[in-house]
């Protein structure tokens, strides 16, 4: 009941933003369109739209870790999460109060992708609601990000990092845009080091119908996202107890 009736004031609090809202939802869908535009006028087979469409819905969910990590960084930075403090809220109870109002932003986020491709040339199948499901643990992933930047950082250096630093890292090391292959050395590393590219591949593979390539890649970005979110719960409670005794 407690989670709920946070959750609820936040969903509020979110679609009171629709101006991030809608540059959220159409700043990848603007993508999508203009590198589907430029594969039409090109030779080669670069962008195709079956192998683009996972891409984008990755690459736009580091708008939901923008979103999620803005909304905990100034409730910190306000009296109003001083006042919870003295609540019988649990920081479970904070995390998933701004996790739980998120999540269906995040799925909108990547229905909205596919449906935009379905207009591009992308084939109706089954294969695309299994690879939005595939694509539930990366939006726990940026939502989690989000929480622990936000966590950690005040809301116009949430910015900086949600904002610039996480769209690039997942559009550059996610092998979105091109095979990070052609790079390899130390890039190629980092890159499957990292969870953005496993996502990619997963959300691939399930588009293509290949169930049993899904899960080495999802592992990955399951792994992540747990491990973000309970450290995320870790670095809010220890903000809590600095931020009570002060």
Not at 92 to 105: A, W
């Amino acid at each position: 009941m407690r989670t709920r009736a946070f959750a609820l004031r936040n969903y509020k609090e979110i679609i009171r933003d629709k101006l991030n809202i809608m540059f959220g939802l159409g700043f990848p869908i603007i993508v999508l369109l203009l590198l589907s535009l430029i594969q039409s006028n090109i030779p080669v087979s670069l962008f195709e739209v079956d192998k683009l469409t996972p891409g984008i819905a990755v690459f736009g969910l580091s708008f939901i870790s923008l979103f999620s990590g803005v909304l905990i960084a100034k409730d910190r930075g306000s009296s109003f999460i001083l006042r919870l403090f003295t609540s019988p809220l649990t920081a479970s109870n904070f995390i998933f109060g701004y996790t739980i109002p998120l999540f269906p932003l995040a799925i909108a986020q990547i229905v909205v992708c596919f449906i935009v491709a379905l207009f591009l040339g992308l084939e109706l199948s089954i294969n695309i609601l299994m690879t939005i499901v595939v694509l539930i643990p990366a939006a726990v992933l940026f939502i989690a990000i989000g929480l622990l930047c936000g966590s950690i950082f005040n809301d116009k250096q949430v910015g900086g990092v949600c904002g610039a630093l996480l769209t690039n890292l997942s559009a550059w090391l996610s092998g979105t845009w091109f095979d990070v292959n052609l790079v390899g050395g130390v890039f190629k590393a980092i890159a499957n080091a990292l969870p953005f590219i496993h996502a990619v591949n997963a959300g691939r593979a399930a588009l293509a119908g290949d169930y049993g390539a899904i899960f080495p890649e999802l592992w990955w970005v399951i792994g992540y996202a747990l491990a973000l979110m309970v450290l995320a719960m870790v670095v809010f409670t220890r903000k809590m107890n600095s931020d009570s005794a002060n």
